[in-house]
């Protein structure tokens, strides 16, 4: 199991109407004082976590960490001085297109960055305006072109579907188009309502529209159809790579594995506590500024919490949970512990399961919010 190492970068050129992350608009002047605060909380933690602790995947994610371009040049070199992260680590930065250019793509891969992960999220010039996006398909495509020049083996973008006036059109030819690309890695999230969002409150006013079910199941099986045909193998729910390239940061997360996380609203998990930093800058430069941690709120996982929590993270995997792994970790054997709630899911055929593990079916996989709601 890994232990991987995030980092949260708040800032963004533009709030897109979908996104429920913490955010704000990038301002220069809070670039020095982000720095600064960052490294302090960086050194709390250093007196806090095991000495010879070490990190075998980074993450930089937000936000949008290349907005700040050069300072984030600064950052990944702060986290490469301060942790011991693993000679061969995976190490992510996610970037918008119309943030990134030839020579900045370089210099990240020349500090250390082996991995690129692009928010594409969608190929229609209509569509990206209507989700906010600050490029169009061709910023979006050369972006991926520049990340291969660059020398990134390992590109992987983020495409959203199901989303107000998404159609079927637009999608095959996106998913078309984009499977050209020298891609390793594909993420595709099913839009959903997220609250405090300008799209939850303009749909729940009936000023956008939602696809209908039969869409959504449409839009799915063209994913799924045109990535397999292409060598993608879909690892996760969401998650779709060539051999070999599956993002160890999310494998991680899924496996419920250790975590550190850093900066305005990320969550460290070192089991059993799990630990959310405050999502307001000002106040996170406050607490740190008076040599405190910057934690909105902590919890602690009984044993029985940690198992559950577990077995539904697990379950967004493709391949069959293995009971073996959960009897070792936690002393509790999934088949006894949801027997009643197993049997029902057989029944309805959501799920096949024996004595050594669990399934999910075809019918599952498509209806996995329903079935992993049934074993929180």
Known sequence: MFTGLYLHIPFCLTKCPYCSFYSLPY????????????KSEIELQKN???????FDTVFIGGGTPTSINKGLLEIIELLCQNFNIIKDAEF??????????????????MSGVNRISIGIQALCDKDL?????????NQALN??????LAGFENISIDLIFGYPGHTINNWISAIDEILKMPLKHLSAYEYTIEDETL?????????????DEDTIISLTDILEEKTEINGFRQYEISSFAKQGFDCKHNINYWDNGNYLGLGPSAVSYFRPLRQKNISDIEKYFEEIEKGRLPVDFTEKLDNEAGFRESVVMALRKKNALVFKR??????????IYYKNIFEKLKKEDFIEFNEKQILLTSKGWRLSNYVLSQLV
């Open 27 to 38: 301002r220069k002047e809070y670039l020095s004082d982000f720095i600064t605060n960052l």
């Open 48 to 54: 806090i976590i095991p000495k010879d602790q070490s």
């Open 92 to 109: 992510t930065v996610e970037a918008n297109p119309g943030t990134v250019d030839n020579d900045f793509l370089k210099s990240l891969k």
């Open 129 to 137: 305006k209507i989700l906010g996006r600050i490029h169009d398909k």
């Open 143 to 148: 972006a991926i072109k520049s990340a291969d």
């Open 199 to 211: 799209f939850q409150k303009k749909i729940s006013a009936k000023e956008l529209m939602l696809p």
């Open 326 to 335: 959960f009897i070792e970790e936690f002393g509790i054997n999934p088949i």
